[in-house]
Every structure is written in structure tokens, then in C-alpha cells.
């Protein structure tokens, strides 16, 4: 029992570090996008008299070559509107285009969906890998390198990348909205947009229904919302920087759901006996 304890244990562990591992990568990234897009921290740093790049940009980078090639991509001054010189206030229809469509899983019994649905997003489980037989009503087609944010009671912040790399075709619940990206913007941009304070107050102030349970954005009004302010090159500047640990995010988000399946797999057959701990050992290492 003790070394069926020290496997689980070492799942369980790694599962958590996996979970702190992404909320720290999440957070960093969340605060570059409100630094720069909210706040407009290295605007207000030239401002204030900063001219070491390192500094202007927050310490975001030491390399002062990198941080002079990101501090020249924002203005020296605000303009009389309170925005950075040049930039525009943008709409969500600049940024993004809303991806449509209906898809009747149950026409495919036999296909595995991975199934975004607000049930599995609270949960904090990841999308249900779902035959199309189970699924009982019509779903939203999910492309790849979208973004997905839930129109329901938006004070829940339920936003959702899907990871393109699944190997599964990828549907949703017709209460999320999918977005893709426009030329010059990214799912991450879209993504940590969505995600940060400021635009929740707004999606919170646009709801309709009187239903505290169930108020809804309108789609259409979203896209002419105005959400963020900015530039196609800080935004490149911004993908850049945070792509990669987007795809983190996502293949240890894939490395969590696989350990969890492994130890729900493995805890009855451990307990029961019919599979010893050096045999699940090895099943895990391979």
C-alpha cells in the first residue's frame, strides 16, 4: 500500500506542479498585456524621465538590445485622450473575426469530439473527449488558432484556448463565441484581452436578460465594443513574446489531462491488485 500511496502521490505531484507551472506563465503574460496595453506602463516611463530601455520596459528583459527594440515601439507621450501618440482605440471586429457554423455531432456516432462545454470549464478538467452518439444538441465548429470566450454571465471569466495540436475535431457549446484572430493580432492577444480586468467590467455592462442566471452578451455589440488600444507592432512584439508560453500552457495543460487519466486508470487496478507498482511504473514511463 505504501508504494501505491508514493506512485499516486507522485502523480498527484506532478499534476500540481504542472497547474503552478501555468499559473505563473498566465500571470506573467496577463501582466505584460496590462502594462503595455492597459496602463501603458512604458509610455508613462518615458514620461516620468526614464531613458535606460531596460527600465522603460520594466525590467522586462536585461538584454538592453531587445529592450531598446521593444521600448522604440512606444510612443514618448499621451495624447489629449489619455492613449499613447498614434495608437487607436480598437473594436473587436479590428482585432477579430467571430467564426460561425453549426455541427450535428450526433450525424458522426462513432467520431471522438473534443468538446468545449461550460460544464468542462468549470471544472477545470480540460474539454470531454465525447462520442458524437452522447452529444445531444448542435455545436459550435472550433478552428484552429481561435479563441473562445462564453457569452453567459460573463462576471465568470470563462475564456478558452483549444489546443490545436489535439488530434481530435473540436466543438463547443453554442454559449461560447468563436473568435479568430485577425492579420496582425494573435489568440493570445485575444486571449489575455478577454481575460484582463478592465475588459471583464466592460463585458459585465453589457449583458442583456433579467435573469441573474442567465444574462448574455450580444454578439453583435461585442464585436463593435471597443476592447483594446494599441499598434500592429507592439502587438507583433507582444505575440512574440508570449506564443511561446501559450503552447507551454497548452501541452502541459495536454501532459495534466493525460497524468490524470493515467491515475484514475490505474487506482482501482493498484487497489484491487491486478496491476502491481512496478508494472504501472514502467506503463508510465513508457
Known amino acids: 500500500m505504501r508504494e501505491v500511496n508514493i506512485l499516486l502521490g507522485s502523480l498527484g505531484s506532478k499534476i500540481e506542479l504542472n497547474r503552478r507551472m501555468n499559473e505563473t506563465m498566465e500571470a506573467m503574460a496577463q501582466a505584460i498585456f496590462r502594462d503595455w496595453f492597459v496602463d501603458f506602463g512604458p509610455v508613462r516611463r518615458k514620461m516620468a524621465g526614464a531613458t535606460d530601455p531596460v527600465a522603460i520596459m520594466g525590467g522586462l528583459t536585461p538584454d538592453p538590445t531587445r529592450a531598446t527594440e521593444l521600448a522604440a515601439l512606444f510612443p514618448d507621450a499621451l495624447d489629449v485622450d489619455d492613449l499613447p501618440m498614434g495608437w487607436q482605440l480598437l473594436a473587436l471586429s479590428d482585432v477579430a473575426n467571430q467564426t460561425k457554423g453549426s455541427i450535428n455531432p450526433q450525424a ?149 489531462r493525460t497524468l490524470a487519466e493515467t491515475r484514475d486508470y490505474l487506482l482501482p487496478r493498484l487497489m484491487s491488485g491486478e496491476v502491481r507498482v512496478g508494472d504501472a511504473t514502467l506503463e508510465i514511463a513508457a
Open 108 to 256: 458522426l456516432p462513432d467520431t471522438v469530439f473534443e468538446h468545449y462545454s461550460l460544464p468542462a470549464h468549470d471544472s477545470g478538467h480540460g474539454p470531454a473527449m465525447d462520442l458524437g452518439a452522447t452529444i445531444k444538441s448542435n455545436k459550435v465548429p472550433v478552428p484552429s488558432g481561435s479563441v473562445m470566450l462564453s457569452k453567459l454571465n460573463p462576471e465568470i471569466p470563462r475564456v478558452w484556448i483549444p489546443n490545436d495540436e489535439a488530434g481530435f475535431p473540436q466543438i463547443a457549446s453554442t454559449e461560447f463565441l468563436v473568435f479568430k484572430p485577425k492579420s496582425g493580432c494573435s489568440r493570445g492577444l485575444l486571449y489575455f484581452m478577454f481575460r484582463d480586468p478592465t475588459v471583464r467590467q466592460i463585458l459585465e455592462g453589457m449583458v442583456t436578460g433579467t435573469s441573474k442566471s442567465h444574462q448574455r452578451i450580444s454578439p453583435p455589440a461585442l464585436l463593435q465594443t471597443k476592447l483594446v488600444v494599441g499598434d500592429g507592432s507592439a502587438f507583433g512584439a507582444f505575440d512574440e513574446i508570449t506564443e511561446p508560453m501559450v503552447k507551454r500552457l497548452l501541452a502541459l495543460r495536454a501532459e495534466n
